[in-house]
């Protein structure tokens, strides 16, 4: 029988990267309320959401140690594409759900492997 890392190792292939989205927020921003209404629920059923799972951090917290970022954000929302902890790119702002798709495809396309709804 595998050990639970052997499995989880081979489930993710020798070398696999993991990409996630980090949303810094804060209590009482309005553009974040508007994301969480239009886009939060939705988001873990995409490809996108699958390929980069979301995690939250608010604004004013430490930056968790786990996560190498290139500064701390300084608008909410801001949106920060880590793969294996590492910062590859951030969008800040948001500007309705159209251009948050839009900017996260780009920056998917950009800076991961990432194949849209074709088999991740």
């Known amino acids: 029988m595998l050990s639970a890392f052997a499995a989880l190792w081979l489930g993710h292939g020798a070398g696999a990267q993991t990409a996630e989205l980090v949303m ?48 701390r954000a300084v608008f909410t929302p801001t949106f920060i594409l880590v793969q294996d902890g590492r910062e590859l790119a951030r969008m800040e702002g948001y500007g309705g759900d159209e251009l948050f798709w839009w900017g996260l495809s780009a920056l998917l396309a950009e800076h991961t492997d990432f194949k849209g709804g074709e088999g991740e």
């Open 24 to 71: 810094v927020e804060q209590h009482g921003c309005h553009w974040c309320e508007a994301w969480n209404a239009e886009v939060a629920a939705i988001y873990p059923k995409t490809a996108e959401g699958r390929f980069a799972p979301l995690r939250r951090i608010d604004l004013r917290a430490p930056v968790p140690m786990d996560l190498s970022l290139d500064g």
